[in-house]
Structures are given as structure tokens and as C-alpha cells.
């Protein structure tokens, strides 16, 4: 197969690939190894992966035949490198977690195999998940296939900039504050964040408020069908998502009916701009939403608070923070300032100094900001904003290394990537959608939050503006 062919194919949407492999058409060795070659290929440039596993993938793709059951046997997919793979690494971009190799799998990556996805490699972060930028000190910066001066975003990164370039077809992510819809804006992907507790956070985790995994791709179908697969109860969950009527690919199958949706470019970062460009995006995705036969009305929701930033930060970064407290667990000792960048260790010593009374009343406050907004949204079926509110920045514009001003970049990524976090705060699910393009090219998203477990309608009205208005087959020029 030649190097052009093998590129060709990784665009092609999941479900037709698994096709091709069932059918004999390609085999799974032919498959995987145009994956590796086009890693090969790009990503000493956009710098996408942790590791790769060629010699491992190929040989599991040796025992994948025609007559595999697996939905997506000999499929090539990619791992967000904070997520456990049985014997790899898993390092969160974190010098002070050196080279821990995981002992089992995650839920998520032990659905995929089941599925018969063969993993080829994990992808880069920023250091802890922390930015919406993928920048570290360990492993050095991914960039945006679109324009390798900017950020693929973060904290899944490294996974975009893998689905957008054709590295692989698809990858996981996973979303805490936006870090799925944020790459998926800035590479020109699909990302979901599905309802809270819709996704196991087995075997590590019981139920956590702010973040759901999920997946990046090119199309709404392969996102709904990956929900199907990820979806679910695991024993010791603590809570979940009540089950759907129907397949989440069923129903993004279906028309989605006449909605009433409201429309907002109100930026929940009180006096952070909003780009115009965005805005107009937004506005433009409202009119074709309206010749489609929805009612649009422009309403803003009640999350534009000066004190919800430090609200959700003294909830987040805890969250973020037990991952070192892990690694300190698991080295022997306790973490210093030397162990890793200076916005996380900036970050890890803000979080110690919340007292564990502080740290319940920000989650509780949470949960009242939470109720507010999917009370509010209620009354409409779905609510449209920008994705982000401006363009993929240039690298080093959230550095997470500047020593003399370490929590910058923090408060500096919340003019960025001011809609996504409430979404988190209420667990609503929502989705960034690539339907346009900024006239340098750069992808211009914009993003539906739909109502609790409310995923495939949500689903069904993305699926009504792909078809409207089709993205799947722009690529970046690499």
C-alpha cells in the first residue's frame, strides 16, 4: 500500500474501516501499519504520542481475521497517556511519575479492546491534564496539524492533533473543564462530552463531579457509536447515567423534530472578549439551525459570575492535585518544586492550602450553580454558543514553565475556553462540532449543550447540521 493510500484510509470513518477488515478487503496488518507509518511520518513534526506500540500492534493485528465478531476488529485507535494500559507507561506528562507502567487496564481501554480496537500508542497531555494546552517540560509541545505555530488544544491534545492528521482514525479523550471539546474546536473534530456517570470511571474511581471520557473524531455517527460502546454501569460505580431508550447510534439516526433553542455568545468569564469571528459563528450556525426548521432565540443563561472562577478552581484543582498525591504515593516520598512544572506545583500548593471543609462548600456550591443552569436550560431544548472564544493560540501563550508568574496561564486559559467548564459544573452533556473554518483555514467550532442524559438527541440535531453542512472531508495540509 502506498504511503498516499495509507493516509487516505485513516480518514475513512471507523465503522467503515472495521467493514473493510470483516469483509477481507484490508487486512488488519494493512491497517495498523498504514497507522504506524503515517506516526512515523508526522510525528517527529506535530509531536502527538508518548509511546507507540508497533512491534505489540502488529502482532495483534496478525491474529485478526475476516471472521472476527469484534465490531471494530483490527481498527487502529489511540490512548490519551493518562488513562492505564495494561504494561505501558502512564505518566500524565509528569517528569515526577517517571516511567510507572500500569498494572490493568482502565474501563475505557478495556472496552476498546473487547471492541477489537488495536492500540497503538498514548497520546501527549499538558503536565496533570491541567491546561488547554498540550505544553511540557517532560515531552515538549504538540501542534495543531492546521498550523503547527498554535496549540491542538488540551488537555487531550496529543489526540486531536493523532485524529486530525490522520495518525489514526480515532482517539480517546477525556474532559474535566472542556479537554474534549477544546481539541475537538481546535482541530476540527467531533467531541463529546457525554452526561455525568455515563461513562465508568472503573476501576480507580467510584464517581467523580467534573469528568467524563469519551472520544475525538470526525463524524457524529462514529461519536455516537463509541458512546454505545463505552457506556455503562461497572460494579462498585458509586453513581451513572440512567441506561437510554434506545442505542445512542439509533438515535442519532433519527430526526430530531422542530427545537426551540437558545443562542448565546455570553462569555461565562465575566469581561474576558469573546472574538467576533466566533460570535459569528455562532450567529451563522443560528441561521442554519432556523432553515431547518428550529426556533432560534438569542437568551442568555445565568453562569457570567466574577466568583464562579475560584469556585470551580478550588473543586478542579483537587481533583487535578490527588493525581500527584498518587504519584507521591507510589515514589515513596513526598513531591518538590524540582518534581515538575512551576504552574503545577504552584497549583498542587494552592490545593494543600484548602482545608477539606473549603474544598466541600466549593463542590456544594457547584452543585447549586449546576441546578441553576440546567434549570434554566430547561425551558429551552437546547442552548448554542461559541466552542472557544478565539482561535487555537500560538504556542507558549499558556506557558505552564514561567516561573515568575506560575499560575498565569491558568487564569489566562479561562478567557479561552470560557463555555465548556459549566458544562462540567451541571454534567449536562454537550458537544463541539467543527462547522466551520476561519479564512486562514483554522477550524471554527461551535457548541450545543443539551438536557440531563439527554445524549441522543443531542446527537440527532449534530447529525441534522453534518448533513446540512458537512465537515468530515477537510484535512489539514501537512
Not at 44 to 60: I, K, M, Q, R
Not at 130 to 145: D, H, K, S, V, Y
Not at 291 to 310: K, T
Not at 450 to 473: R, V
Request: hydrophobic share 45%; charged share 20%.
Amino acid at each position: 500500500m502506498s504511503t498516499a493510500a495509507g493516509a487516505d484510509l485513516l480518514f475513512r470513518p471507523v465503522h467503515e474501516l472495521a467493514g473493510s477488515v470483516r469483509s477481507g478487503e484490508l487486512s488488519a496488518r494493512e491497517l495498523v501499519q498504514a497507522s504506524l507509518d503515517r506516526i512515523a511520518e508526522l510525528n517527529p513534526t506535530l509531536n502527538a504520542f508518548v509511546d507507540v506500540f508497533a512491534e505489540e500492534a502488529l502482532a495483534e493485528a496478525d491474529g485478526i481475521g475476516p471472521d472476527d465478531p469484534r465490531p471494530f476488529a483490527g481498527v487502529p485507535i489511540a490512548i490519551k497517556n493518562n488513562r492505564a494500559v495494561a504494561g505501558k507507561r502512564l505518566t500524565f506528562a509528569s517528569n515526577f511519575v517517571g516511567d510507572f507502567v500500569a498494572p490493568y487496564d482502565h474501563n475505557v481501554v478495556a472496552r476498546l479492546k473487547r471492541a477489537g480496537f488495536v492500540i497503538v500508542g498514548t497520546t501527549t497531555l499538558p503536565e496533570w491534564g491541567i491546561l488547554p494546552t498540550t505544553e511540557t517540560a517532560r515531552f515538549g509541545p504538540t501542534r495543531n496539524p492546521w498550523d503547527q505555530s498554535r496549540t491542538p488544544g488540551g488537555s487531550s491534545g496529543g489526540s486531536g492533533a493523532a485524529v486530525a492528521s490522520g495518525m489514526v482514525p480515532i482517539a480517546h479523550a477525556n474532559d474535566g473543564g472542556g479537554s474534549t471539546r477544546i481539541p475537538a474546536a481546535c482541530n476540527g473534530l467531533v467531541g463529546l462530552k457525554p452526561q455525568r456517570g455515563r461513562i465508568s470511571l472503573a476501576p480507580e474511581v467510584g464517581h467523580m463531579l467534573l469528568v467524563q471520557d469519551g472520544v475525538l473524531t470526525r463524524t457524529v455517527r462514529e461519536t455516537a457509536e463509541l458512546l454505545d460502546l463505552l457506556a455503562g454501569y461497572e460494579l462498585g460505580d458509586m453513581t451513572w447515567a440512567p441506561p437510554p431508550a434506545e442505542s445512542f447510534a439509533t438515535a442519532a439516526g433519527r430526526e430530531p423534530g422542530k427545537l426551540r433553542i437558545a443562542m448565546s455568545a455570553l462569555s461565562p468569564v465575566p469581561d474576558a472578549p469573546v472574538d467576533p469571528v466566533c460570535v459569528q459563528a455562532m450567529q451563522d450556525a443560528g441561521a442554519l439551525l432556523e432553515s431547518l426548521g428550529h426556533e432560534v432565540v438569542e437568551a442568555d443563561p445565568p453562569w457570567s459570575r466574577p466568583e464562579l472562577s475560584a469556585v470551580f478552581t478550588a473543586s478542579f484543582g483537587p481533583a487535578v492535585c490527588t493525581q500527584i498525591k498518587l504519584a507521591e504515593m507510589i515514589a515513596g516520598r513526598e513531591a518538590t518544586a524540582d518534581d515538575m512544572e512551576p504552574l503545577s506545583w504552584a497549583l498542587f500548593q494552592l490545593c494543600k492550602s484548602i482545608n477539606s471543609i473549603d474544598a466541600l462548600a466549593a463542590e456544594l456550591q457547584l452543585h447549586g450553580v449546576g441546578r441553576e443552569l440546567v434549570t434554566w436550560i430547561s425551558q429551552y431544548d437546547v442552548l448554542l454558543t461559541p466552542a472557544l472564544a478565539e482561535a487555537p493560540v500560538t504556542l507558549g501563550t499558556l506557558d505552564p514553565l514561567n516561573a515568575d508568574d506560575p499560575m498565569g496561564a491558568f487564569t489566562r486559559s479561562a478567557a479561552f475556553t470560557p463555555f465548556t467548564p459549566p458544562l462540567n459544573i451541571s454534567g449536562a452533556p454537550a458537544i463541539s462540532l467543527p462547522l466551520y473554518q476561519r479564512e486562514d483555514g483554522l477550524p471554527l467550532g461551535v457548541q450545543l449543550i443539551g438536557q440531563p442524559a439527554g445524549e441522543g438527541a443531542l446527537l440527532a440535531l449534530a447529525a441534522q447540521l453534518e448533513a446540512a453542512h458537512p465537515w468530515s472531508e477537510r484535512r489539514p495540509t501537512l
